[in-house]
């Protein structure tokens, strides 16, 4: 389905620590790496264990983050409620407002994942007019 | 048009998505701690050109930037 219903909360491992260990991470084989900053990693999905080549590292599991998928024929809708010009390379990571929310966005050649900060997901849900809203 | 920064982790974004934080600069007049902290605390330089600046991206990568900032574009 190309169109959520809803954003679901994810489970991942952010990883906070020197760059060039953070270089060294491989991606798990079902999973993605997304780099948010040179210093930063967020694992999809949630790993059992990592081994990163920093002894001050900082491993913890991240729940604060929902996310839901959007297909290829829905980027057009979510670029027109973005101020900055999505990446037309795949895969891809990006970050920055989207309906006014920060999110954060993994591209793929089917379509994209996008990322929000659970306490404001049920706002990009209203603002995207994902899902049934009457009650 | 509203302005653009640019942040070498996200890439160009409306300033919506970022915090300003301006680099106090006392002037050199003033010499006296107290004097230097009352301007560094309440007095903006409005400077008319180039400008060091500092600003937050809240909205992305959630990092400080130095950035260099021409106030007359």
Known sequence: MSVPERFERLEATRIVADPGALDGIESPDDGRLMRLAPDDLLVLPALARVDV???YAIIEPEAGFSAAWFGRSQLARLQ??????FPRHRPAVAQGHL?????KMLFDEGGVRVLVPAVLAHHLEERLG?????? | MALRLHCPHCGVRPVDEWVYGEVPDPPDHLTGADERDVD????MSNTEGAKQERWFHAGGCGRWQAIERDTTI
């Open chain 2, 40 to 43: 560094r605390g309440f007095m």
């Open chain 1, 80 to 85: 027109a409620v973005s101020a900055w010009e």
């Open chain 1, 99 to 103: 309906a006014g929310i920060p999110v």
């Open chain 1, 53 to 55: 080549a920093d002894r």
């Open chain 1, 130 to 135: 994902l899902g049934d809203r009457r009650e």
